[in-house]
């Protein structure tokens, strides 16, 4: 079964993106098309990118970035969950994404983005970042509105077809994922 990450992309005390993240976990979970596992960057601890050489060359030195390449090696797909911050995602996310190299290549990501624009704006970025990393992202995006998806702009309550549109995310990730597979094993 192909290996699943849902990352939880916000580190901010009292983030709406915790509440975000378990609902995907458990609407891909409850497919059981994947093994998928919620991976929150917050646990790893990452400083600002402190690695003397680039990503590409995979030379890491500290304890913190072997740890993070080895979690996220494992995986075949990932889902990204963004806020949007300034219109573009979390620094925090873009941090642990811009630590590894390698370990995105030739695999799949969909997008939950949140915000008063549903986090669009914050997922057109990462689509860009995606294409360096030569990571594959699919179409179908999952746009949660703090207007209509959060109770009084705070508590998460995602509209009726917000379910819908996790899966056809999903539907996309899998496939591409697993598609994708004999380029990885090379
Ligand atoms: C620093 C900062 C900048 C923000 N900028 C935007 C923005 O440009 N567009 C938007 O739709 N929401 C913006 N917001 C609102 C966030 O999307 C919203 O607060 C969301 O809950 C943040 O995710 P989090 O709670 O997981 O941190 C911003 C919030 C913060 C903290």
């Known amino acids: 079964m192909l290996k699943l990450a849902i990352i939880l992309g916000s580190t901010r005390p009292g983030r709406k993106g915790e509440a ?4 995907v976990y ?3 979970k409850s497919r059981g098309d994947s ?3 919620l991976v929150d960057i917050k646990d790893f ?3 600002l990118l402190d690695e003397p050489a680039p990503p590409s060359m995979g030379q890491y030195i500290h304890p913190h970035t072997k740890r993070w390449s080895e979690k996220i090696d494992a995986f075949d797909a990932f889902v990204f969950v963004t806020p949007e911050y300034n219109r573009g995602p979390s620094g925090a996310l873009k941090n642990a994404i811009d630590f590894l190299y390698r370990e995105w290549n030739n695999k799949a ?13 914050a997922v057109e970025q990462l689509r860009l970042v995606m294409g360096e990393l030569q990571v594959a992202d699919v179409r ?9 998806d959060f109770e009084n702009f705070s508590v998460f309550a995602p509209g009726p077809r917000q379910e819908k549109s996790v899966n056809a995310m999903l539907d996309q990730v899998n496939a591409w994922g697993g598609a ?3 380029l990885r094993m090379k």
């Open 20 to 23: 975000v993240a378990r609902w």
């Open 26 to 28: 458990d609407i891909a």
């Open 35 to 37: 093994e998928v596992e």
């Open 45 to 47: 601890d990452l400083p």
């Open 109 to 121: 990501a969909g997008f939950v983005g949140y915000g008063s624009a549903g986090g669009t704006r």
């Open 140 to 148: 179908a995006q999952v746009m949660l509105s703090l207007f209509t």
């Open 180 to 182: 994708l597979k004999p």
